[in-house]
């Protein structure tokens, strides 16, 4: 019989190639990161890159790629495309739980960064529950993180999510700043959390609230910006008609 044995401290488990998930959440630098993950998930093809291709079904174009046929229903991995949807848009809920789970409780990082953090995450993951909700009407709500085996719950109701949405965006409205510096462009402000309630609004047809938080916005500086087609440029996108946008990296 042969017998062998090592010291338990000799396997290394911590992981070389991202931060593990006990080494998460401890430093002011971890919760800026922690948030600009739930950023990062609006970058995906089934969140908001590929968003355009959705004109496909309008009457306004039309496409003969994989995506167009898939989301006009003319293939049969038509599911798949929703589901990857429903996959991707919870995948960003689940971001900003985890950070709203953890941000709360971090001593390292300094109080006036953690509450604008906070609503950073609390207008995301209303960003998020915004889109299913238009795609897919009434949805589970999960307010806080949880294994992919758990997310078992039942859908709630439209006024549900609707209302849930709604209270993620006035607090987020009550901490976010109205504008950053050239370095922090593109997260998101005051502004963009009354412009997507008032959005929110809308759809619902409950105009008054709407029409509200528009003028809101209008009174806070912005304006349409004189040419149209440079909205589309990257050496314009900094204008005063963006309320929010997806910031990108171009390839090299």
Excluded at 69 to 98: C, F, H, I, P
Excluded at 136 to 162: D, H, I, S
Aim: aromatic share 12%; proline share 4%; with cysteine.
């Amino acid at each position: 019989m042969l017998l062998g044995a090592c010291k338990s401290s000799l396997l290394e488990t911590t992981p070389y190639d991202r931060i593990g998930e006990e080494q998460m959440w401890q430093t002011q630098d971890q919760a800026i990161l922690g948030v600009n993950a739930i950023y990062n998930n609006l970058r995906d093809e089934n969140v908001y890159r590929e968003y355009y291709m959705l004109d496909c079904l309008s009457p306004y174009a039309y496409g003969y790629d994989r995506f167009e046929q898939e989301m006009a229903g003319t293939t049969t991995t038509l599911s798949n495309t929703y589901a990857n949807k429903w996959r991707e848009l919870y995948k960003g809920v689940q971001r900003a739980n985890d950070a709203l789970a953890h941000l709360p409780n971090m001593a390292a990082v300094e109080e006036t960064l953690k509450q604008r953090l906070i609503g950073e995450a609390r207008f995301l993951r209303a960003l998020h529950y915004f889109n299913l909700l238009d795609f897919y009407g009434g949805v589970p709500l999960y307010e806080e993180p949880v294994l992919y085996n758990e997310a078992l719950k039942p859908r709630n109701t439209v006024e549900e999510v609707r209302a849930f949405i709604a209270n993620d965006l006035t607090e987020a409205i009550n901490v976010l700043p109205e504008s950053y510096g050239a370095s922090e462009f593109g997260r998101a402000t005051k502004g963009a959390a009354i412009a997507l309630r008032g959005k929110l609004a809308l759809y619902a047809e409950d105009w008054e609230a709407a029409a509200a938080d528009f003028k809101t916005v209008m009174d806070m500086g912005y304006s349409l910006h004189p040419k149209y087609n440079e909205l589309f440029r990257a050496e314009t996108e900094r204008n005063a008609e963006v309320i929010f946008s997806i910031q990108n990296v171009p390839v090299q």
